[in-house]
């Protein structure tokens, strides 16, 4: 494959894997359900999450830059069995996303056109999306960086522009912490509001993974890549921490608009809300382009990634051979086509309706994104310590990650959490929510399935550390 990422396109990919609709819808609700205090502690707990993760996915990536990394970390560092298991649960959970975000897509290009086909809609997104993957990987890395470029601007100017009414030199008198203390405290709904608010956290900032599986197509990955993940920390604080401290302090937790956001309302994001309060009367509008650019971005890295790990499943032999072809601009153009197809589920948001089908889908990927952690954090536990069983030293690796073994393992734990606790409150009342159960839970089973149905059939066993292969560096 063609080493066509660029520094700038793998900082740009690292920055706008996590900035999305999880950010500037999702956080309104997290604040008006744990509030201000609330939403900000899970954010902060699921950040050092990501950074612990992101550091063991950089390890792993400058000494084994691979596309489609997570099926081959996997296989080699675990079990073939784990390996397979994985890919495809990363597959899954991507080539599902650009259904789910299509779907988002055509709710939210009605707000300017209310009577238009979802259908028409769909179909064009997702023949751009495609036209972006099919032209190069270059064609993806560019389209991402503008992509990524809108949404840090917007963020800049809201943090910008809500600091302003904090101190009243903008929107009228000073908010001060009266909003960030409402009732008090910073702290509302208990235990079940924060763990739900944890939930949300997490799939806010899935996406961050990106830098591990277009680190095989950097020019140079042991470089670009330790400067892109060196990045995880810094963003998530000022994008993700400072703006919801700026929307608990403008905006009170009791608001009814910020319990009523949703996809399919961009009027109420906190966004919209903030620079309403600030006289900026176009924000809707504007907010309703921003977001449809981060759902298309969503889409498009979706695209990319869930193609670059079924090539590298084909390479390895748990796909189809002809999915590992490369056409003559060196694009996994079989492995498109088959995920594409898999986004073609966003038509049946013309049958089923809009929301209803965003919502299903949303939630049948939902739990995949947190096995996909949990295995980053299983094959940089184990590379480490096969990596010293083998006599290596640390001072060959192009970039360590901090606080091993600490950081996986705390990583891996509150990962865990986030699995088992996926939609706690379907136990809670006095009958079990079995829907709620299955749709929240489903992946989990059909993960372990695979993973055992491959043991069994192929007779799959744990690498012996010993035996790990560490042998194929980047040139």
Known sequence: MRKAFKARHMTMIAL???????????????????????ALLAYAAVGLMVYFLMTS????????????????????????????AIGWNFWYNWAVTIAAELSA??????????ESSSMLWSLLFLILMFGLNALSSRGYGESEYWFAIIKIIT????????LLMIF??????????????????????????????FMAAGFSFQGTELIGVAAGESENPRRNVPLAIRQVFWRILIFYILAIFVIGMIIPYTNPDLLRGGIDDIGISPFTIVFNKAGLAVAASVMNAVILSSVLSAGN??????????????????????LGKLNRRGVP??????????????????????????????????????????????????????????????????????????G????????????????????????????????????????????????????????????????????
Not at 16 to 38: D, E, H, K, N, W
Not at 172 to 187: A, E, I, R
């Open 105 to 114: 897509a055509t709710v939210i290009i009605k707000y300017w056109f209310p």
């Open 57 to 84: 996915l950089g390890e792993l990536a400058t000494y084994l830059p691979v596309s489609g990394s997570f099926s081959t970390y996997g296989t080699r560092f675990v079990s073939p069995a784990f390996g397979f």
């Open 333 to 406: 153009i079989y492995a498109l086509l088959v995920t594409t197809a898999v986004g073609m589920l966003a038509f049946l948001a013309s049958f089923f309706g809009d929301g209803a089908v965003y919502n299903w889908l949303l939630n049948a990927s939902g739990m995949c994104g947190f096995i996909n952690w949990l295995g980053i954090a299983v094959c940089h536990f184990r590379f480490r310590r096969a990596f010293k069983a083998q006599g290596h030293s640390l001072d060959e690796l192009p970039y360590r990650a901090k606080w091993f073994p600490l």
């Open 155 to 162: 963020v800049i100017v809201f943090l910008a522009a809500g």
């Open 16 to 38: 706008g894997g996590s900035i999305g609709t999880g950010l500037f819808l999702a956080s309104g609700g997290a604040v008006a359900s744990s509030g201000p205090g609330g």
């Open 168 to 197: 009243g030199i903008l929107g009228g008198k000073p908010t001060g912490f009266d909003n960030f203390m409402l009732g008090g405290s910073s702290f509302h709904g208990g235990f079940f509001a924060f763990v739900g608010v």
């Open 408 to 475: 996986p393992l705390f990583a891996f734990a509150l990962c865990m959490i986030a699995v088992l606790g996926q939609n706690i409150g379907a136990f809670t009342g006095e009958n079990i929510d079995w829907y709620g159960v299955l749709v929240s839970y489903v992946s989990l089973p059909l993960f372990l399935l695979v993973w055992a149905g491959y043991r069994m059939f192929r007779k799959s066993r744990m690498i012996p550390l010993n035996e790990c292969d560490l042998s194929s560096q980047a040139d």
């Open 301 to 322: 890295s979706g695209m990319y990634a869930s193609t670059r790990v079924l090539f590298a499943m084909a390479k390895d032999g748990m796909a189809p051979k002809i």
